[in-house]
């Protein structure tokens, strides 16, 4: 078949596609339902042949027979370890919690994935928000009068290191904003100790609202993002499919 | 029964859903019909990322990790092809992997051809795999990958083929690609394109390489933490990122040799209409109920 036919074809169903499953907005129908379970068919029968072919057949079944490398390759030959082999009965351990006699045994690979996962917590957790409590502590003084950090686009990377090692006034009002809504935001989550203070209270207050700025500025970017995704799967059958494939022949 | 006649204030409160779909639907169609060409100013974020990527030096190669799909093309999609560009006119080799989603290196390996018959008509040379590129693969395992990768990347890596340039399928390690990469620090950076959790596996595991992220405009505020903390050098949020990035390599490589206007230029414009079209229906809502209060209480007084 003629490529440039057959890639209108694809496209056409993609269009068919992305109109059945916009269709729901309307109202729950049955065009709808076929694409969606076309959709999850096609991704469970592609996940499961990439889970074989790209992890458990490399990572697992080769390790167990061994690898004769091929010709030209630098690697080495590698036995096989059968010992390997015993990750399966582990692994089909954990389908035993749909039994109610036997569910037991889906505790053990549970707990072996619990375990692993908990060693990790300390480092992970130390790694993730370590450095972002170190840089909780800002500077709000200013070391330059000019106002605007300079942008740093096609400077040498010591010029733009230095130009990032100022602190502006626009970065010290940011940092002096960033110190207010840290210690506000904390404050709200202060359980423990009653609010009498009047200024504790209003601390807690400020804390609410700057937390609620944040959830529209979450919300706001989310819904700019549903846009964005929506626009794309306009411009893919308006653009793409009618314009330039169907009327435009590219 | 008598017809209820609703007041101006009720009608506005209440439009109907396909109407407002309908709506939505012309304002995210016809505007890109006719593209216009937008002023921006870069933000921070992106400038760092673009800063990286065009002063990474161009005998290292870049280890990419690529955690999106089709259902985020519209930003990741113009984010991975803005990189991609950028390194290939640098001539710098890249090694694409996976954690996310298993359609997720195929999605990659599309893009990349895409982008190769892009060079083709502008008589560039076409990025090869396996002597430019190799696509690593899928990884099932984030947490487990992201360490493995963070403390021995070629034992991460040795079980994993890519066809060479006669097509037979050979380790990864052993390609130009990878040859010279003992450990996560030889590559120049790990970029991560991702729609999903992956940037928190990425930053809470991978330590010794220079990181930068391109993410979703969801993700972007959770995400926004660790570019500020210094965890990432960089950071590409959504359509805005992907615009910033467009920009910046528009003014670098004006020639019109080079693609440098894509997802972000054709999307960028509708976007600020369908973010109109919104404020406009939370005013007429909140105009209607106020309407609809003043009714009430001129009734009940």
């Known amino acids: 078949m003629d490529p440039e036919l057959l890639l209108k074809i694809k496209m056409g169903v993609g269009v068919l596609a992305t109109v059945g499953l916009y269709s729901v907005l309307y109202r729950e129908n049955k065009f709808y339902r076929f694409w969606e379970h076309m959709f999850l068919g096609l991704a469970a029968g592609w996940a499961i042949v990439a889970l074989w072919t790209e992890s458990l057949h490399d990572d697992w079944y080769v390790k167990i027979v061994g690898n004769a490398p091929e010709a030209g390759s630098t690697a080495p030959t590698t036995p096989g370890y059968w010992a390997y082999v015993l990750l399966l009965p582990i692994g089909i351990m954990g389908y035993f919690v749909f039994s109610r006699k036997h569910n037991w045994l889906s505790r053990i690979p549970i707990g072996i994935i619990l375990g692993l996962w908990s060693g990790q917590q300390v480092q992970v957790w130390f790694n993730r928000y370590g450095p972002q409590m170190a840089d909780s502590i800002k500077p709000i003084l200013p070391t330059t009068s000019s106002f605007f950090r300079p942008g740093t686009v096609g400077m040498s990377p010591t010029d733009a290191a230095a130009a990032n090692s100022q602190v502006y006034v626009s970065d010290a009002i940011t940092n002096i904003i960033f110190l207010i809504t840290l210690l506000s935001a904390v404050s709200y989550f202060l359980f423990s100790v009653e609010m009498k203070n009047k200024f504790l209270k209003n601390m807690t207050v400020l804390g609410r609202m700057l937390l609620m700025v944040g959830f529209g500025a979450i919300f706001g970017s989310t819904v700019m993002m549903r846009f964005t995704l929506l626009i794309d799967r306009m411009y893919f059958i308006f653009i793409e499919f009618l314009k330039n494939g169907l009327f435009g022949g590219t | ?301």
């Open chain 2, 1 to 301: 029964m008598a017809k209820v006649e609703r007041s101006l204030g009720e009608k506005l409160q209440s439009l109907p859903k396909p109407v407002l779909y309908t709506i939505l639907i012309l304002v995210t169609s016809i505007p890109q019909f006719f593209p216009v060409p937008l002023p921006n100013k870069e933000s921070k974020s992106s400038e760092d990322v673009f800063n990286l990527l065009t002063t990474i030096p161009e005998d290292q190669p870049v280890l990419i990790g690529s955690d999106w799909t089709n259902s985020t093309r519209g930003e990741s999609g113009g984010l991975f092809k803005s990189m991609i560009r950028i390194l290939m006119r640098r001539n710098i080799k890249f090694a694409i992997y996976t954690t996310a989603d298993p359609q997720a290196p195929q999605v990659a390996k599309d893009v990349i051809r895409l982008l190769n018959e892009e060079r083709k008509a502008n008589n560039q040379k076409p990025y090869e795999v396996w002597t430019d590129w190799v696509s690593v693969g899928y990884f099932a395992n984030p947490e487990g990958t992201a360490n493995s990768i963070n403390n021995n990347v070629r034992a991460a890596f040795a079980d994993k083929k890519s066809p060479d340039a006669a097509g037979a399928m050979k380790p990864v390690m052993d390609s130009p690609v990878l040859a010279n990469v003992k450990q996560v620090s030889d590559f120049s950076a790990l970029v991560l394109v991702t729609a999903s959790n992956t940037s928190n596996v990425t930053i809470e595991r991978v330590t010794k390489t220079k990181l930068a992220m391109m993410v979703t405009g969801v993700m972007g505020p959770e995400t926004q933490v660790y570019y500020e903390s210094g965890q990432l050098k960089g950071l590409a949020i959504g359509l805005k990122g992907c615009y910033d990035l467009e920009t910046m390599m528009a003014k670098k490589w004006p020639g019109k040799e080079y693609v440098n206007m894509d997802n972000g230029a054709k999307y960028y414009p509708t976007l600020h209409l369908a973010l109109l079209l919104l404020i406009l229906a939370v005013v007429a809502g909140n105009v209607g109920m106020f309407m609809t209060r003043k009714r009430t209480v001129q009734r009940g007084s």
